[in-house]
């Protein structure tokens, strides 16, 4: 599967951002989608994924509740849905997939990637 995230942006603080990631290739519903990000000078961690159904998603505690995400396996993408932005969102934001049943934080265990949209709080 091959994956393009795109709808990063600036944005002030405050304010809101929806991430896409797009699919080609077959069997899409087939796999977990995530999103993670990494800030400069960061390792790339955990933000959240959903399952193939989209019927449940896992998120970083540190979101509180302010992300959401959805996918749509009619048209092979996952969206992010992302709210009440502060300066320490600031990253680039990349989606992964990976085949099975569980959700997992390490980066390592997800074998597709997408090449990453830049998104910039400022304060």
């Known amino acids: 599967v091959q994956l393009q995230a795109s709808g990063g942006g600036l944005v002030q603080a405050g304010g809101s951002l929806r991430l896409s990631c797009a699919a080609s290739?077959?069997?899409?519903?087939?796999?977990?989608i995530g999103w993670f990000r990494q800030a400069p000078g960061k390792v790339r961690e955990f933000v959240v994924a959903?399952?193939?159904?989209?019927?449940?998603?896992v998120y970083a505690d540190s979101l509180q509740g302010r992300f959401t995400i959805s996918r749509d396996n009619a048209k092979n993408t996952v969206y992010l849905q992302m709210n009440s932005l502060k300066p320490e969102d600031t990253a680039v934001y990349y989606c992964?997939?990976?085949?099975?049943?569980?959700?997992?934080?390490?980066?390592?265990?997800?074998?597709?990637w997408g090449q990453g949209t830049q998104v910039t709080v400022s304060s």
């Open positions: 959903i399952s193939q159904s989209g019927n449940s998603a």
């Open positions: 290739g077959r069997s899409f519903s087939s796999y977990i």
């Open positions: 992964a997939a990976r085949s099975g049943s569980a959700i997992v934080f390490a980066p390592s265990a997800w074998g597709y």
